[in-house]
Nanobody, 125 residues
């Protein structure tokens, strides 16, 4: 079983910043794609950003381009999601997920096999 450990999140005012982190088991880190997804009440689950630590390829949903940055610390097998310019619409439970790296990198839920427990992000207006 692949266990993903998320941290970060919390409450912030609109325009503020938050950072999420996801620790991935070392045995999977170099060969997997790591993605961040979110799910808000009354809305469909949405892919946010993904990264392939193997080669640094990243992919962002249009809704977060220019505001969110995904990165990886390969020495610490950790993926980060830096969220700037947060909006109330960004409020959701954010999940880290891992799956076999396929080219091109996507945010297709079906390509991610392992999921974290989720962390709440709340943006007040």
């Amino acid at each position: 079983e692949v266990q993903l450990v998320e941290s970060g999140g919390g409450l912030v005012q609109a325009g503020g910043s938050l950072s999420l982190s996801c620790v991935v088991p070392r045995v999977k880190f170099d060969v997997y794609a790591i993605g961040w997804f979110r799910h808000a009440p009354g809305k469909e689950r949405e892919g946010v950003s993904s990264i392939a630590p193997l080669d640094g390829t990243t992919f962002h949903a249009d809704s977060v381009k220019g505001r969110f940055t995904i990165s990886s610390d390969n020495a610490e097998n950790t993926v980060y999601l830096q969220m700037d310019g947060l909006k109330p619409d960004d409020t959701a439970v954010y999940y880290c997920a891992a799956g076999e790296y396929r080219v091109p990198l996507t945010l297709n839920f079906n390509e991610y096999d392992y999921w974290g427990q989720g962390t709440q992000v709340t943006v007040s207006s």
